[in-house]
Protein backbone atom coordinates (compact mmCIF):
# COMPACT_ATOMS: atom_id res chain seq x y z
CA UNK A 1 0.00 0.00 0.00
CA UNK A 2 1.35 3.57 -0.89
CA UNK A 3 -0.49 6.05 0.96
CA UNK A 4 -0.87 9.59 -0.99
CA UNK A 5 2.09 10.90 1.55
CA UNK A 6 4.05 8.51 0.27
CA UNK A 7 3.48 8.92 -3.19
CA UNK A 8 4.58 12.63 -2.82
CA UNK A 9 7.76 11.80 -0.77
CA UNK A 10 8.90 9.08 -3.79
CA UNK A 11 8.34 11.55 -6.44
CA UNK A 12 10.28 14.07 -4.43
CA UNK A 13 12.93 11.89 -3.70
CA UNK A 14 12.89 10.82 -7.52
CA UNK A 15 13.68 14.62 -8.17
CA UNK A 16 16.49 14.62 -5.88
CA UNK A 17 18.20 11.44 -7.26
CA UNK A 18 17.98 12.83 -10.65
CA UNK A 19 19.48 16.14 -9.49
CA UNK A 20 22.18 14.25 -8.29
CA UNK A 21 22.94 11.85 -11.21
CA UNK A 22 22.35 14.39 -13.81
CA UNK A 23 25.92 14.82 -14.85
CA UNK A 24 26.35 10.93 -15.06
CA UNK A 25 23.07 10.55 -16.95
CA UNK A 26 24.54 13.13 -19.40
CA UNK A 27 27.75 11.77 -19.41
CA UNK A 28 26.67 8.07 -20.37
CA UNK A 29 24.16 9.78 -23.13
CA UNK A 30 27.07 11.86 -24.66
CA UNK A 31 29.00 8.86 -25.33
CA UNK A 32 26.09 7.24 -27.42
CA UNK A 33 23.16 9.79 -27.65
CA UNK A 34 23.55 13.68 -27.79
CA UNK A 35 24.19 14.41 -24.30
CA UNK A 36 21.59 15.74 -22.26
CA UNK A 37 19.51 13.06 -20.96
CA UNK A 38 20.72 14.26 -17.27
CA UNK A 39 20.07 17.85 -18.38
CA UNK A 40 16.65 16.91 -19.65
CA UNK A 41 15.23 14.14 -16.88
CA UNK A 42 16.66 17.26 -14.16
CA UNK A 43 14.79 20.12 -16.14
CA UNK A 44 11.70 17.45 -16.06
CA UNK A 45 12.09 16.63 -12.45
CA UNK A 46 12.75 19.55 -11.00
CA UNK A 47 9.58 21.82 -12.68
CA UNK A 48 7.17 18.45 -10.96
CA UNK A 49 8.79 18.87 -7.82
CA UNK A 50 7.96 22.53 -8.17
CA UNK A 51 4.60 22.08 -9.55
CA UNK A 52 3.83 19.20 -6.37
CA UNK A 53 3.30 22.07 -4.21
CA UNK A 54 0.13 22.70 -6.01
CA UNK A 55 -1.80 19.00 -5.55
CA UNK A 56 -0.34 17.78 -2.53
CA UNK A 57 -4.11 17.97 -1.71
CA UNK A 58 -5.51 16.09 -4.56
CA UNK A 59 -5.73 12.08 -5.35
CA UNK A 60 -2.93 9.79 -6.42
CA UNK A 61 -4.41 10.18 -9.90
CA UNK A 62 -4.16 13.44 -10.11
CA UNK A 63 -0.75 13.91 -9.00
CA UNK A 64 0.48 11.28 -11.03
CA UNK A 65 -1.28 13.40 -14.30
CA UNK A 66 0.18 16.37 -13.13
CA UNK A 67 3.64 14.82 -13.34
CA UNK A 68 2.97 13.54 -16.63
CA UNK A 69 1.99 16.95 -18.38
CA UNK A 70 4.89 18.93 -16.73
CA UNK A 71 7.42 16.10 -18.04
CA UNK A 72 5.85 16.48 -21.42
CA UNK A 73 6.07 20.18 -21.29
CA UNK A 74 9.40 20.61 -19.82
CA UNK A 75 12.07 17.60 -20.42
CA UNK A 76 12.22 18.22 -24.13
CA UNK A 77 14.02 14.95 -25.29
CA UNK A 78 12.68 11.61 -25.95
CA UNK A 79 12.41 11.07 -22.65
CA UNK A 80 9.39 13.48 -21.96
CA UNK A 81 6.83 11.70 -24.17
CA UNK A 82 7.98 8.98 -23.02
CA UNK A 83 8.39 9.06 -19.48
CA UNK A 84 5.39 11.04 -19.91
CA UNK A 85 2.81 8.84 -21.38
CA UNK A 86 4.16 6.13 -19.01
CA UNK A 87 3.12 8.52 -15.94
CA UNK A 88 0.04 9.29 -18.23
CA UNK A 89 -0.84 5.80 -18.38
CA UNK A 90 -0.11 4.63 -14.67
CA UNK A 91 -2.55 7.85 -13.23
CA UNK A 92 -5.28 6.22 -14.79
CA UNK A 93 -5.00 3.31 -12.90
CA UNK A 94 -5.79 5.63 -9.46
CA UNK A 95 -7.72 7.95 -10.72
CA UNK A 96 -9.63 9.20 -7.86
CA UNK A 97 -7.89 7.58 -5.05
CA UNK A 98 -6.15 8.62 -1.99
CA UNK A 99 -4.18 5.37 -1.72
CA UNK A 100 -2.51 2.54 -3.90
CA UNK A 101 -2.56 -1.03 -3.03
CA UNK A 102 -0.44 -3.70 -4.51
CA UNK A 103 -3.29 -4.94 -6.98
CA UNK A 104 -2.51 -0.91 -8.42
CA UNK A 105 1.27 -1.26 -8.60
CA UNK A 106 1.81 -4.32 -10.95
CA UNK A 107 -0.88 -2.19 -12.96
CA UNK A 108 0.29 1.17 -13.06
CA UNK A 109 3.65 -0.28 -13.73
CA UNK A 110 2.58 -2.82 -16.86
CA UNK A 111 0.49 0.34 -18.21
CA UNK A 112 3.16 2.78 -17.91
CA UNK A 113 5.49 -0.11 -19.81
CA UNK A 114 2.63 -0.64 -22.51
CA UNK A 115 2.95 3.02 -22.92
CA UNK A 116 6.56 3.45 -23.47
CA UNK A 117 6.06 0.64 -25.56
CA UNK A 118 3.45 2.31 -27.95
CA UNK A 119 4.83 5.84 -27.70
CA UNK A 120 8.04 4.81 -28.66
CA UNK A 121 7.28 1.65 -31.45
CA UNK A 122 10.20 -0.24 -29.62
CA UNK A 123 10.54 -3.67 -27.14
CA UNK A 124 12.49 -5.72 -24.92
CA UNK A 125 16.10 -5.87 -26.38
CA UNK A 126 16.77 -2.68 -28.21
CA UNK A 127 18.96 -0.92 -26.04
CA UNK A 128 16.07 1.15 -24.31
CA UNK A 129 14.24 2.11 -20.92
CA UNK A 130 12.26 -1.32 -21.28
CA UNK A 131 15.35 -3.03 -20.99
CA UNK A 132 15.50 -1.79 -17.36
CA UNK A 133 11.82 -1.57 -16.80
CA UNK A 134 10.36 -4.94 -17.70
CA UNK A 135 12.60 -7.08 -15.54
CA UNK A 136 11.62 -4.98 -12.86
CA UNK A 137 8.26 -5.37 -13.81
CA UNK A 138 8.39 -9.27 -14.06
CA UNK A 139 10.37 -9.32 -10.52
CA UNK A 140 7.71 -6.91 -8.74
CA UNK A 141 4.69 -8.91 -9.87
CA UNK A 142 6.24 -12.53 -9.38
CA UNK A 143 7.59 -11.28 -5.84
CA UNK A 144 4.44 -10.11 -4.58
CA UNK A 145 2.64 -13.20 -6.07
CA UNK A 146 5.38 -14.94 -3.45
CA UNK A 147 3.86 -12.90 -0.96
CA UNK A 148 6.28 -10.48 -0.64
CA UNK A 149 5.70 -6.98 1.07
CA UNK A 150 6.00 -3.87 -1.73
CA UNK A 151 9.14 -3.00 -0.20
CA UNK A 152 10.77 -6.37 -0.75
CA UNK A 153 9.43 -6.75 -3.95
CA UNK A 154 11.08 -3.49 -5.19
CA UNK A 155 14.01 -4.32 -3.54
CA UNK A 156 13.84 -7.28 -6.11
CA UNK A 157 12.78 -4.94 -8.71
CA UNK A 158 15.57 -2.39 -8.48
CA UNK A 159 18.32 -5.49 -8.26
CA UNK A 160 16.50 -6.71 -12.03
CA UNK A 161 16.27 -3.24 -13.42
CA UNK A 162 20.63 -3.09 -12.21
CA UNK A 163 20.44 -5.99 -14.30
CA UNK A 164 19.04 -5.18 -17.05
CA UNK A 165 21.27 -1.94 -17.50
CA UNK A 166 24.16 -4.20 -17.08
CA UNK A 167 23.12 -5.95 -20.15
CA UNK A 168 22.21 -2.68 -22.09
CA UNK A 169 26.07 -2.88 -22.33
CA UNK A 170 26.06 -5.91 -24.22
CA UNK A 171 23.65 -4.77 -26.86
CA UNK A 172 23.45 -2.46 -29.94
CA UNK A 173 21.30 0.49 -29.81
CA UNK A 174 18.51 0.06 -32.32
CA UNK A 175 16.50 3.06 -31.20
CA UNK A 176 17.20 6.75 -31.08
CA UNK A 177 20.53 8.79 -31.91
CA UNK A 178 22.44 5.66 -30.55
CA UNK A 179 21.23 3.66 -33.12
CA UNK A 180 23.48 5.26 -36.06
CA UNK A 181 26.57 4.52 -33.86
CA UNK A 182 25.43 0.53 -34.86
CA UNK A 183 27.84 -1.58 -33.19
CA UNK A 184 29.90 1.07 -31.45
CA UNK A 185 27.01 1.65 -29.15
CA UNK A 186 27.83 -2.09 -27.45
CA UNK A 187 29.95 -1.91 -24.41
CA UNK A 188 28.26 1.71 -22.90
CA UNK A 189 24.72 1.23 -21.26
CA UNK A 190 21.76 3.02 -22.12
CA UNK A 191 21.37 6.21 -20.27
CA UNK A 192 17.45 6.13 -20.43
CA UNK A 193 17.50 2.45 -18.86
CA UNK A 194 20.04 3.93 -16.24
CA UNK A 195 17.47 6.14 -15.48
CA UNK A 196 14.68 3.96 -15.27
CA UNK A 197 16.65 1.85 -12.98
CA UNK A 198 17.41 4.90 -10.67
CA UNK A 199 13.58 6.06 -10.96
CA UNK A 200 12.58 2.16 -9.56
CA UNK A 201 16.00 2.42 -7.15
CA UNK A 202 13.94 5.13 -5.78
CA UNK A 203 11.05 4.36 -5.02
CA UNK A 204 12.50 1.13 -3.04
CA UNK A 205 14.66 3.25 -1.41
CA UNK A 206 11.67 5.14 0.29
CA UNK A 207 9.19 1.89 1.07
CA UNK A 208 12.61 0.83 3.12
CA UNK A 209 13.40 3.89 4.82
CA UNK B 1 -8.65 25.73 -45.61
CA UNK B 2 -5.80 22.83 -44.50
CA UNK B 3 -3.56 24.15 -41.97
CA UNK B 4 0.27 23.89 -41.36
CA UNK B 5 2.27 23.06 -38.57
CA UNK B 6 5.68 22.87 -38.25
CA UNK B 7 7.36 20.47 -35.74
CA UNK B 8 10.92 20.72 -35.42
CA UNK B 9 13.64 20.45 -32.48
CA UNK B 10 14.59 23.87 -33.04
CA UNK B 11 12.86 26.78 -32.59
CA UNK B 12 14.70 28.42 -35.52
CA UNK B 13 14.35 25.71 -37.98
CA UNK B 14 10.46 25.62 -37.18
CA UNK B 15 10.03 29.33 -37.73
CA UNK B 16 12.25 29.64 -40.76
CA UNK B 17 9.91 26.70 -41.85
CA UNK B 18 7.24 28.87 -41.26
CA UNK B 19 8.33 32.15 -42.88
CA UNK B 20 9.93 30.29 -46.17
CA UNK B 21 5.85 28.55 -45.99
CA UNK B 22 3.99 32.12 -45.68
CA UNK B 23 5.83 33.44 -48.59
CA UNK B 24 4.10 30.73 -51.07
CA UNK B 25 0.73 30.96 -48.87
CA UNK B 26 -2.66 32.24 -49.20
CA UNK B 27 -2.63 35.51 -47.07
CA UNK B 28 -5.28 33.58 -44.73
CA UNK B 29 -3.04 30.13 -44.98
CA UNK B 30 -2.36 28.96 -41.21
CA UNK B 31 0.83 27.63 -40.64
CA UNK B 32 2.15 27.36 -37.34
CA UNK B 33 5.44 26.90 -35.53
CA UNK B 34 6.20 24.47 -32.74
CA UNK B 35 9.78 24.05 -32.39
CA UNK B 36 12.68 24.22 -29.53
CA UNK B 37 11.49 23.70 -25.88
CA UNK B 38 10.01 27.08 -23.33
CA UNK B 39 12.69 27.98 -21.61
CA UNK B 40 15.01 28.09 -25.60
CA UNK B 41 16.66 24.70 -25.36
CA UNK B 42 16.62 22.46 -28.52
CA UNK B 43 13.82 19.80 -27.76
CA UNK B 44 10.28 19.47 -28.20
CA UNK B 45 7.35 20.12 -26.23
CA UNK B 46 3.74 17.88 -26.96
CA UNK B 47 1.86 20.78 -24.87
CA UNK B 48 3.09 23.13 -27.17
CA UNK B 49 2.66 21.27 -30.64
CA UNK B 50 -0.85 20.56 -29.27
CA UNK B 51 -1.25 24.57 -29.07
CA UNK B 52 -0.25 25.25 -32.30
CA UNK B 53 -2.56 22.55 -34.11
CA UNK B 54 -5.73 23.98 -32.32
CA UNK B 55 -4.36 27.57 -33.53
CA UNK B 56 -3.89 25.55 -36.97
CA UNK B 57 -7.25 24.27 -37.18
CA UNK B 58 -10.28 25.97 -39.13
CA UNK B 59 -12.37 22.60 -39.25
CA UNK B 60 -10.67 21.71 -42.54
CA UNK B 61 -7.85 19.30 -40.78
CA UNK B 62 -4.26 20.21 -39.73
CA UNK B 63 -1.05 18.66 -41.55
CA UNK B 64 1.76 18.46 -39.39
CA UNK B 65 5.91 18.59 -40.58
CA UNK B 66 8.00 17.21 -38.29
CA UNK B 67 11.88 16.53 -38.54
CA UNK B 68 12.68 13.75 -36.12
CA UNK B 69 13.17 11.38 -33.05
CA UNK B 70 11.57 12.76 -30.13
CA UNK B 71 10.12 15.62 -32.60
CA UNK B 72 7.75 12.36 -33.74
CA UNK B 73 6.94 10.66 -30.61
CA UNK B 74 6.10 14.29 -28.81
CA UNK B 75 3.81 15.18 -31.98
CA UNK B 76 2.04 11.60 -31.29
CA UNK B 77 1.54 11.97 -27.59
CA UNK B 78 0.14 15.88 -28.65
CA UNK B 79 -2.25 13.92 -31.00
CA UNK B 80 -3.79 11.79 -28.42
CA UNK B 81 -4.14 14.68 -26.04
CA UNK B 82 -6.28 16.15 -28.54
CA UNK B 83 -10.02 15.92 -28.39
CA UNK B 84 -11.40 13.10 -30.82
CA UNK B 85 -13.21 15.35 -32.69
CA UNK B 86 -10.00 17.44 -33.78
CA UNK B 87 -7.71 14.40 -33.69
CA UNK B 88 -9.69 12.80 -36.71
CA UNK B 89 -8.46 15.66 -39.11
CA UNK B 90 -5.10 15.60 -37.78
CA UNK B 91 -2.07 14.03 -39.53
CA UNK B 92 1.57 13.94 -39.89
CA UNK B 93 3.08 14.00 -42.76
CA UNK B 94 5.50 11.17 -44.00
CA UNK B 95 7.43 13.91 -45.58
CA UNK B 96 10.55 16.08 -45.44
CA UNK B 97 9.77 19.19 -43.52
CA UNK B 98 11.68 21.56 -45.96
CA UNK B 99 10.11 20.66 -49.04
CA UNK B 100 6.76 18.79 -47.25
CA UNK B 101 5.70 21.67 -45.74
CA UNK B 102 6.37 24.01 -49.14
CA UNK B 103 4.35 21.72 -51.22
CA UNK B 104 1.60 21.03 -48.50
CA UNK B 105 1.41 25.09 -48.33
CA UNK B 106 0.75 25.94 -52.01
CA UNK B 107 -1.20 22.76 -52.17
CA UNK B 108 -3.58 23.72 -49.31
CA UNK B 109 -3.50 27.45 -50.37
CA UNK B 110 -5.94 25.89 -53.51
CA UNK B 111 -8.51 25.12 -51.21
CA UNK B 112 -7.45 21.22 -51.67
CA UNK B 113 -8.35 18.62 -48.93
CA UNK B 114 -6.63 17.12 -46.12
CA UNK B 115 -5.67 13.84 -48.16
CA UNK B 116 -4.94 15.79 -51.22
CA UNK B 117 -2.16 17.86 -49.11
CA UNK B 118 -1.23 14.58 -47.58
CA UNK B 119 -0.76 13.27 -51.03
CA UNK B 120 1.59 16.13 -52.49
CA UNK B 121 3.61 16.77 -49.30
CA UNK B 122 4.69 12.92 -49.60
CA UNK B 123 5.67 13.10 -52.96
CA UNK B 124 8.40 15.80 -52.48
CA UNK B 125 10.48 12.41 -50.91
CA UNK B 126 11.26 11.97 -54.37
CA UNK B 127 12.36 15.36 -55.33
CA UNK B 128 15.27 14.70 -57.28
CA UNK B 129 17.94 17.97 -56.88
CA UNK B 130 20.97 17.37 -58.68
Not at chain 1, 4 to 31: E, G, H, M, P, Y
Not at chain 1, 119 to 133: F, I, N, Q, V, Y
Not at chain 2, 61 to 72: K, L, Q, R
Amino acid sequence: MITRDLLLDILKNIAAVIKDNRQFLTDLDAAIGDGDHGINMNKGFKAVEEKLDTVRDKDCGTILKTTAMTLISTVGGASGPLYGTAFLKAAMVVNGKMEIDNEDIVKMFDEGIQGIIMRGKAKRGEKTMLDALIPAYEELMNSLKDGSTIAEAFNKACKAAYDGVEYTKTIRATKGRASYLGDRSIGHQDPGATSSYLIIKTVADTLNR
Amino acid sequence: MVGIVVVSHSKKIAEGVAELCSQMAHDEQKIEAAGGTEDGRIGTDAIKIMEAIKKADNGEGVAIFVDMGSAIMSTELALDLLDEDIKKRVVIADAPIVEGSIAAVVQASTGSSLEEVIMVAKQSKNIVKI
